[in-house]
């Protein structure tokens, strides 16, 4: 009986296993650098807004303490985005003929809302206090990034759960003394001189390491 | 030992059989404690839902067959494949162009405000999220709240944001506007001159002073003009019966919290009528057992004939046809010394030797009694009421008469009758119609339709298009109370401002703008005008008012604005006005009554309220001819027959339901359904029980007939469903704690005094720790626990609501309901024990027990239900795939799933409703009661906050608890010792549920102790 495949069917099957398994693998890779791109994240990505609002300028030039603007963060669990009154308070002294600021004088004059385009957003079933994170020594630029160096304001992380639990697993690698939380260009101690602070200031905050699901789900 | 497998024995039964019941019944001895007709008879239907945590009968049926199946997983499999190729989309972020002043976003605000509840305010504290009102509380400084509410209250806020309210004026049908209606109004009050002859208005019953003097203001201006008021729920009663013992319409307030003996003649004052919150609150507050043996419970006796939540809080209860009540009533006037020319009846339904004993109790405890007569008695068996609290001294201790609250209390099925009698003569050239339904509500003899039609102009104002709206030439849509200024008065006489929460959502004004368009105030606001009323009123003046109107509107309460005590004198001759004592007829009687969930047809429209289980009945989305199992025997009627009930020339349909405990020969039927314009939730919901209702005799009716049709309706009762199986376990039927689990610990207070720990059975002593695999968890912190007082719960319901309205919990409707997939996390068990017709009742709130070796975190392949270490099972949605196990393997049967998508994500006005605290749920995914652990996370964050301090007891509260009127839940800190909860758990009736599984539950109940008369034999 005659052989039904020639022999080079040997070498075409075993070049289509390894393909396979090298096409899966390689695919995974895709998958998860997708998951893990800006492009999917919006990690490091600025966003068309009305006004291009530099935190550079306000907050780092400036000097602005970030509570001016975000007001509620040390008592709610948003931190609060600046109504327009508060923009006028110093735009309708200075700037006043600013063409980039006329869609806050516009709303200011119709008492319409500025519609800005969220940069850091959570999914629905995650709920983030920033309360509780100012009030236990974890600083803005921890979460937000090097915000007094932004121009444009992008996402510094991915938010992911993964990115979170970074910080809920190891406080002690990320916490800093409370005067120091709204400073925006706080620099902490290098390797193993922050995890002795961090331990310490962990003690001293009763920071705990949360991790059970409705620390955030519920 | 043999175990007892019954179920597994026989075959099982298609249809209840109630004589088979009997039999296990009396096979049982009579002491076994049971939840339903069909668990007695064994159904097929019962064991799917016993054995099965999804019954085989969930699973089919859907009216889809094997291949649709395929196709659409096929299809869903595609589309879940794309759907995770898409980016998660950009959000908008929309700051205030001027921030109001006191919100902080993210923080809830509270305000005070209170609700009209047939006319009576109740006072209430509303949260509100970023503006919007999310949930409703009590407000602990009304007098008729003290921070409890019944689950009127806690679903009210969903008719605010009901999607099908009239949003704009219609006129002829058609699309109008405000200042179009506003003109038609000033052209009617200019073309009324001075005499307003043909003006009518029609109103509900009136406490508001603000609407009072307003409507006088009318009258004064048009002294032709004619005020009308019909509340269907009723208050005749009370006031034609106050009137007939004491000469003018008064008001009673009772003060449950000093009654030692309580006798109700079929008055339902747990869940209906002026201050029924507060009175459960005084209620149970006199069945605390914290003293221990020395504590001293109240005794209630009543005589009703539909079992209700009061009649099951009775320590006696005796089922009685409303006709007889006033028999009894008259014999136990007798027993207490007052002297009726007639005297009483040889017999009732209730034993002499008992009767005799009820009377010797009240006047062992002279001055600290109550008989109380019900709202729907005739006036007469109110007068008695009135005489023996004046015969045993009550008048003025636990009884305390003050003047009406009402504006003006008049005999209303009088003035609605006169109002019809005047249409019909075509008197009426325009006739103002405010919040009230009368072409739905009016009984069927008035012929209100059509009578209605026969007035030349026709303005209706309400919350929906109704039956009455759409036969109206202008409708103006009302606001509801959430959205204006109003103000009323509690069921004492404190008056509260009612002070809305959010601006009006459509083009809707309020009662007060549309009337002051006829008057002199034309144009002023509704706040204006209850502002200006006041301000016009006391004796403040300027800054002092204005400060008086902020305190005011921030309590809740005006304070010292209770009506004082009135004295009162009893007329004599009010015994010669008795009805000739008359046997009672023979045949079928039918009694009305409000709805325990819907009211009078106010919340037809409300899911949440649709889909709340009736007190007793567990009934869901439906009324009907409610019989007890006698009558039901005797007439050959089985559960779910499609009957007609005839009455004199009158007809309506029903189903038939079987009430263990509903005196024979007799029907009752709830009010509220039927509706043919109440909105989509309420069309097709039950039938309209109006139909066969008179003005003479509204309330109860004899001569009805029964017809049987051949057809059987399909009744959506949760009372089989959810039943802890028992499966395995040997039958205990002749032990006091009879359930052969021991779900419900029961006992007497002699059982009690001889033995405080009478709860605590064999297996529950079992110290189970040692035996677990499992190393313990430790809690350093905190760990919550609750205690549940079965001794307080009366069944009402308003925890169930408020549970609904806190967390979010999702709607699923009538056919969902029957397969046993209704959301809600808390349940009220109800169990009977006893013979058919007249059994003990008992009430078992049952949410989560958060168990500490939790059955369902075990099986999770997901870990989605996990331990926190607070000792919570967290359930976190959005890792559930819904596999299922963890709610098969749940003994309580706490847990919920998404079968479908049933969170409505579609309906932008039910958006506003939601919690922002709690995620929406949606299809696939399992949920269940988690302590509302949003509450707790507040909590916490807001102690760590505030210097790491430590949350003080009783700081959370969950939503359960805070609704509870009877203040039967308590929540705490278990490892506090001094908490109020762990005080309960170390009280000696504490005891768990299922503890043999050694799941050790967190949620712990206090045996209920009943206090009967030793006089009498059960």
């Not at chain 2, 109001?100 to 923080?107: A, K, V």
């Not at chain 2, 006709?323 to 009732?348: D, Y």
């Not at chain 2, 109110?382 to 609250?405: D, F, P, Q, R, W």
């Not at chain 2, 008049?410 to 006739?431: C, H, I, P, T």
Request: net charge neutral.
């Amino acid at each position: 009986m005659p052989q039904i495949f020639h022999r080079s069917a040997n070498a075409l099957s075993r070049f289509s296993i390894i393909g396979a398994v090298v096409l899966l693998t390689l695919l995974s890779i895709a998958l998860w650098e997708i998951t893990v791109s800006p492009w999917y994240t919006y990690q490091d990505e600025t966003q068309q807004q009305p006004v291009p609002f530099s935190h550079r300028h306000h907050a780092g030039e400036l000097g602005i303490d970030c509570r001016y603007c975000h007001t509620s963060v040390e008592k709610s669990s948003f931190a609060g985005l600046p109504p327009t009154q508060t923009c006028m308070t110093c735009h309708s002294q200075i700037w006043t003929n600013s063409e980039m600021l006329e869609p806050v004088r516009t709303s200011y004059r119709t008492n319409e809302s500025l519609s800005w385009t969220r940069i850091n957003s959570l999914p629905d079933f995650v709920y983030f206090d920033h309360s509780i994170h100012v009030a236990k020594g974890i600083g803005c630029t921890t979460c937000h990034g090097p915000i007094a160096e932004m121009p444009l304001t992008y996402r510094a992380g991915t938010l992911y759960m993964s990115w979170c639990l970074d910080c809920h697993r190891q406080p002690e690698k990320y916490v800093r003394p409370k005067s120091e939380v709204f400073n925006p260009f706080y620099e902490p101690p290098s390797g193993e001189k922050q995890l002795e602070l961090g331990r310490q200031l962990v003690k001293e905050y009763k920071i705990r390491s949360l991790q059970h699901c409705s620390t955030c789900h519920r | 030992m043999k175990k007892e497998k019954m179920s597994e024995d026989t075959t099982p039964r298609n249809s209840i059989d109630l004589a088979a019941a009997r039999a296990t019944l009396e096979r049982d001895g009579g002491k076994r404690m049971w939840q339903s007709l069909d668990e007695l008879c064994d159904t097929a239907q019962f064991r799917d839902f016993s054995h099965n945590e999804f019954p085989a009968n969930a699973e089919k049926d859907d009216g889809i067959n094997r291949r649709d199946v395929m196709k659409l997983m096929a299809a869903s499999a595609a589309m879940a494949g794309l759907s995770a190729c898409t980016k998660l989309p950009t959000e908008k972020i929309v700051p205030y162009v001027r921030p109001p002043e006191e919100i902080i976003p993210g923080r809830p605000l509270f305000y005070a405000t209170s609700m009209p509840q047939a006319g009576v305010s109740l006072g209430l504290l509303v949260e509100s999220n970023m503006g919007r009102p999310t949930k409703i509380e009590g407000n602990p400084e009304h007098p008729g709240s003290q921070g409890g509410t019944d689950s009127f209250a806690q679903g009210s806020i969903l008719n605010l944001y009901d999607p099908d309210r009239l949003r704009n004026v219609v006129f002829e049908g058609g699309l109008s506007n405000w200042a179009d209606f506003a003109s038609t109004m000033d052209n009617a009050r200019v073309n009324f001159g001075t005499k307003g002859t043909g003006l009518r208005v029609l109103t509900g019953t009136v406490t508001s002073p603000t609407l009072g003097s307003q409507l006088k203001k009318l009258q004064a201006q048009f002294p032709e003009a004619k005020w009308h008021q019909y509340e269907p729920s009723g208050g005749d009663g009370v006031r034609e019966g106050t009137r007939l013992a004491f000469g003018k319409p008064m008001n009673p307030v009772y003060h449950f919290e000093l009654a030692d003996v309580i006798v109700s003649l079929d008055a339902d004052f747990l869940s209906f009528g002026p201050g029924h919150t507060r009175y459960a609150r005084d209620f149970s507050r006199r069945r605390d057992l914290a003293a221990g043996p020395d504590a001293k419970l109240n005794r209630l006796y009543v005589v009703e004939p539909m079992t209700t939540s009061t009649g099951s809080m009775a320590d006696h209860r005796w089922p009685l046809r409303a006709s007889e009540v006033e028999a009894f009533a008259r014999q136990l006037a007798v027993a207490v010394g007052v002297s009726i020319p007639g005297g009483a009846p040889a017999s009732t339904a209730v034993p002499a030797d008992a009767v005799s004993a009820i009377g010797r109790d009240l006047s062992a405890h002279r001055g600290a009694s109550i008989v109380i007569a019900g709202e729907h008695q005739p006036p007469f068996v109110h007068a008695l009421a009135h005489a023996m609290n004046a015969a045993l001294g009550n008048s003025g201790k636990t009884v305390v008469y003050t003047e009406s609250i009402e504006v003006s209390p008049v005999n209303q099925m009088d003035s609605l009758r006169d109002l019809v009698n005047d249409l019909n003569a075509g008197k009426v050239e325009f006739l103002l119609i405010l919040g009230v339904n009368p072409v739905y509500t009016a009984p069927v003899d008035l012929n209100f339709g059509s009578a209605l039609q026969k007035a030349k102009t026709r303005v209706y104002s309400g919350l929906l298009s109704d039956e009455t709206g759409v036969l109206c030439n202008w409708q103006a849509p009302a606001s509801h109370y959430l959205e204006s200024w109003s103000d009323g008065r509690a069921y004492d006489g404190t008056v509260s401002i009612t002070q809305p929460l959010i601006a009006p959502l459509y083009e809707n004004h309020s009662i007060h703008e549309v009337l002051s368009l006829l008057t002199v105030d034309t144009g002023k606001s509704s706040h204006d005008l209850v502002h200006d009323y006041w301000a016009s009123q006391r004796a403040e003046k300027g800054a002092a008012f204005e400060a008086l109107w902020q305190t005011s509107l921030h309590d809740g309460v005006m304070a010292g604005t209770a009506l004082p005590a009135a004295a009162v004198t009893l007329r004599s001759d009010f015994v010669q006005q008795a009805p000739a004592a008359q046997a009672a007829a023979g045949g079928l009687e039918i009694v009305f009554r409000p709805d325990p969930t819907i009211f009078d047809g106010e919340y037809s429209n409300n899911g949440w309220l649709q889909e709340t289980p009736k007190t007793v009945t567990r009934l869901t989305w439906d009324n009907a001819a409610m019989i007890g199992p006698a009558t039901a025997q005797k007439l050959g009627l089985a559960m779910s027959d499609y009957v007609v009930l005839r009455l004199s020339g009158m007809e309506a349909k029903a189903g038939v339901f079987i009430v263990p405990g509903h005196v024979d020969d007799c029907v009752t039927v709830h009010l509220g359904y039927g509706r043919s314009r109440g909105g989509k939730i309420a069309s097709g919901a039950g039938f309209d029980a109006n139909l066969l209702r008179t003005s003479t005799a509204p309330w109860m009716a004899s001569g009805l007939q029964i017809v049987k049709t051949g057809q059987t309706y399909a009744l959506a009762s949760v009372q089989h469903q959810y039943s802890i199986d028992f499966e395995g376990h040997p039958a205990d039927f002749a032990s006091q704690t009879a359930f052969r689990r021991d779900l419900v610990q029961i006992g007497t207070l002699d059982d009690f005094k001889k033995n405080p720990a009478f709860a605590q059975n064999e297996e529950n002593q079992v110290d189970y720790h040692a035996t677990s695999l499992y190393p313990p968890y430790k809690y350093d912190g905190y760990a919550w626990g609750m205690s549940i007082d079965l001794n307080r719960c009366i069944g009402c319901n308003a925890c169930v609501v408020a549970c609904t309205s806190e967390n979010n919990v999702a709607v699923v409707g009538k056919d969902q309901v029957a397969r046993g997939r209704a959301m809600h996390w808390v349940r009220v068990d109800t169990y009977f024990r006893g013979n058919l017709d007249a059994p003990e009742v008992y009430y078992q709130p049952l949410p989560c027990m958060q168990c500490e070796n939790a059955p369902c975190e075990y099986v999770c392949p997901v870990g989605a239900t996990t331990h926190s270490p607070e000792g919570l099972n967290d359930m976190t949605y959005n890792r559930c795939v819904g596999t299922r196990y963890c709610s098969n393997n749940c003994p309580y049967k706490v847990r919920r799933f998404n079968f479908y998508l049933y969170s409505d994500f579609n309906t932008p006005s039910l958006f506003g409703v939601r919690n922002p605290n709690v995620t929406v749920r949606s299809r696939g995914v399992m949920e269940k009661c988690t302590y509302c652990v949003q509450r707790i996370n507040a909590a916490k964050i807001r102690s760590e906050v505030e210097n790491n301090r430590t949350i003080a007891d009783g700081e959370i509260v969950t939503a359960c608890q805070q609704a509870c009127p009877a203040e039967a839940i308590v929540f705490g800190n278990i490892n506090d010792p001094n908490s109020r909860v762990s005080k309960l758990k170390a009280q000696t009736r504490n005891y768990g549920l299922l503890v043999d599984l050694n799941t050790r539950p967190r949620t712990t109940y206090l045996a209920r102790v009943r206090n009967p008369n030793p006089e009498i034999r059960a």
